[in-house]
């Protein structure tokens, strides 16, 4: 079957697009406000874009084997509230390191409750995390009904303020993050997840742990989500329960502009981190770009429409031409 | 072994009836009193009218695969509200023009989505996502957070007062609407290309379906009975506000699928969505009259959820 081109380019390479839409948001950006490539500038975007980033990673591999987790947000929320509770403003810094692992082991179980139930008891992701993010959101309400407590400042300003051979954390964190990926890929279990995602019945059929695959997934997104979360107390300082909400349908358009088709099977990690990227250039566009108040939200929606929707209109256009 | 099966809407009435009696118990609830029991079940049916009606579009966008959903329905919602409540302004003879508008703006917006989703082959989470920012954006431009209007006293009437033999209009309307939806699914021709196009997109159009045509008509259907359900929603809350529309939304997508129409489309039915509108509305005022605190009542409603699903949205498993 022979492919119009634009999606002949996207299948081959699906960080094609996203890169190209990144840069042209940076570029607007840099139009706007001519700072962005300093380097203060540049460590201060970045520490805000890391959190959305983390999540974004997480939800790319669920996206991959053909599933949708939109608990993320509420993980994040459950984090926030569980450290600002357990460790306290005035807590010491060995306190935190021990509850940053705790944390992350209620991302991994948190995430285990998804896969159980989508894996195991094959029910349909997208339901049953909407189910267990009310079930997640509730508990962060729970544990902290109204945004208060926090974590040390002296921890806090690690993050907030250090920045390790003149870069932010985040320089070394994405780039990490896209090696282990690009190790995984080459692994067997990297195959599987492009087998999983790709058609999983057949998978099933040639030998493939569906199963166990899929749970792995929200495993990963669950760990990826109390990262995220972390990153976020860090740089707020304070908690809040409901602060990871918004976070999700962020995470999951930034999985789309990252080129990774929602069907399963096609995409990667650095393409939605690329997406992650520009939808914090873009907030960025909009705050620096001097728009009225009531008009950001339409703003930043129609941003984001166009930018999906530009490889589209190319090609219609090459159709009619040919 | 052969397994017992009752189809998911059948399923979820007989839930519905089962938690309703088991609400009864309750302390502060109807008891044995038949009378209260009555009209508290015919409340609760009432409150299901508006959630049953916004789920429809998303019944039908579902079923028509390809990744099918609707994520703009909440805005939709919201924007029919006030474009209703301004243009009414309190007078009953403007209520069938301002119906009119509701629903040609809905299957307008309907009609961007799918043309985004079909031509420009934007994934329609996103796609529908987008245009939800795109009318809240231009909700909020246009009204800067408040619109001047009033609600004609006839809609009062008509939605939220009893109408005939101490029935609520909303009931009455609702009956000769799901009637409709049957007879667009069951009974038309769009339907059975509807559930074509959700079970295998190739396959129907090379039995001579028009797939573009189809998916466009599905959104802009989609969108206009969104619209609808803010013209009700409206009738019924006699407020606007930003946020009217949005608490519908991910509800609308439980609904159908507690109703067992499958998120990949291509199986369902309207009676499923309808009966699952009722199951959540049922289990959220049950909630309320145990007076949990909010945290609780999230938590109770997120795990009742997943037991519902668990017990009949279950996926065909691999070795089958």
């Known amino acids: 079957m022979k492919l119009p081109s634009s999606s002949h380019l996207s299948l081959r390479y699906p960080y094609f697009l996203s890169a190209i839409i990144f840069i042209v948001v940076l570029l607007v950006n840099f139009y706007f406000q001519r700072t962005i490539l300093e380097g203060n500038t540049i460590n201060n975007n970045m520490r805000v874009f890391l959190p959305l980033v983390l999540l974004t990673a997480g939800q790319a591999i669920v996206v991959l084997t053909g599933g949708i987790d939109i608990s993320v947000g509420s993980i994040v929320s459950i984090v926030s509230a569980l450290l600002a509770t357990r460790v306290g403003l005035d807590g010491t810094v ?11 082991l209620v991302g991994i179980i948190a995430g285990s409750i998804n896969g159980i139930f989508i894996a195991y008891l094959r029910l349909q992701p997208i339901i049953t995390t909407y189910a267990t993010s009310f079930f997640f959101g509730g508990l962060a309400l729970f544990i902290l009904p109204q945004p208060g407590g926090g974590i040390p400042a002296e921890v806090a300003n690690i993050y907030r303020t250090s920045n390790p051979l003149g870069l932010h954390w985040a320089f070394y964190v994405i780039p990490l993050l896209i090696m282990t990926w690009v190790f995984i890929r080459q692994t067997r279990y990297g195959r599987y997840l492009f087998a999983v995602g790709g058609r999983a019945q057949a998978a099933y059929e040639t030998a493939v742990p569906v199963s166990q695959v899929i749970f792995s997934t929200y495993v990963v997104s669950g760990f990826m989500a109390a990262m995220a979360g972390i990153c976020i107390t860090l740089l707020t300082g304070s908690g809040n329960p409901q602060i990871g909400d918004p976070m999700t349908l962020q995470a999951i358009t930034a999985v789309v502009i990252g080129g990774t088709a929602m069907s399963g099977g096609v995409g990667g990690i650095a393409g939605p981190i690329m997406g992650a990227l520009t939808l914090g250039v873009i907030k960025n566009i909009i705050s620096f770009a001097n728009i009225d108040n009531w008009w950001q939200t339409f703003v930043n929606a129609m941003i984001i429409i166009t930018a999906l929707a530009a490889p589209g209109i190319i090609g219609l256009f090459r159709r009619n031409r040919s | 072994m052969k397994k017992i099966s009752i189809s998911p809407p059948v399923a979820a009435v007989l839930l519905a ?48 695969g390809g990744e099918g959903i609707d994520l703009s329905a909440g805005a939709v919602v919201t924007l029919s509200a006030i474009l209703t409540w301004t243009i009414v302004l309190g007078k009953d003879e403007r209520v069938l023009p301002a119906l009119v508008v509701v629903l040609l703006v809905g299957a307008l917006v309907g009609l961007i989505n799918g043309a985004g989703i079909i031509f420009l082959k934007i994934s329609p989470f996103v796609m529908t996502l987008g245009m939800s920012g795109v009318i809240t954006g231009l909700v909020i431009i246009v009204n800067h957070g408040n619109a001047p209007g009033r609600l004609a006293p006839i809609m009062t009437r008509v939605i939220a007062r009893p109408l005939f033999l101490g029935i609520p209009g909303a009931i ?42 189809m998916v466009l008509a599905t959104y802009a259907l989609a969108g206009a009975l969104a619209a609808f359900g803010g013209f009700m929603v409206v009738g019924n809350t006699q407020v606007v506000f930003l946020n009217l529309g949005a608490p519908f939304l991910f509800p609308s997508i439980a609904a159908v699928a507690v109703g067992g129409t499958l998120l990949s489309g291509g199986k369902g039915s309207y009676f499923g969505s309808m009966a699952g509108a009722l199951v959540l ?16 009542r999230q938590m109770v409603l997120g795990a009742t959820l997943l037991i519902i699903i668990s017990i009949y949205g279950r996926q065909r498993g691999f070795r089958q």
């Not at chain 2, 938690?19 to 209260?36: D, E, K, R, Y």
């Not at chain 2, 000769?176 to 997109?201: D, H, P, Q, Y």
């Not at chain 2, 049922?282 to 609780?296: G, Y």
Request: hydrophobic content about 60%.
């Open chain 2, 17 to 64: 009836v089962i938690l309703f009696i088991f609400s009864g118990f309750l302390p502060n609830s109807f008891g044995t009193n038949t009378q209260v029991a009555i009209s508290q079940a015919v409340n609760i049916i009432r409150l299901s009218v508006f959630l049953g009606i916004i789920a429809a579009g998303q019944t039908l966008v579902i079923i028509s």
């Open chain 2, 172 to 213: 009455i309307i609702y009956v000769f609407f799901a009637a409709l939806m049957w007879i667009i699914l069951e009974r038309s021709t769009f339907g059975k290309n509807l559930f074509a196009i959700g079970v295998n997109r190739v396959t129907a159009k090379l039995s001579g379906v028009n797939v573009t045509r």
């Open chain 2, 281 to 296: 509305i049922l289990i959220s005022s049950v909630l309320t009259t145990m007076q949990m605190i909010d945290a609780v």
């Open chain 1, 94 to 104: 060995e306190q935190t390191l021990t509850w940053f692992g705790i944390v992350l």
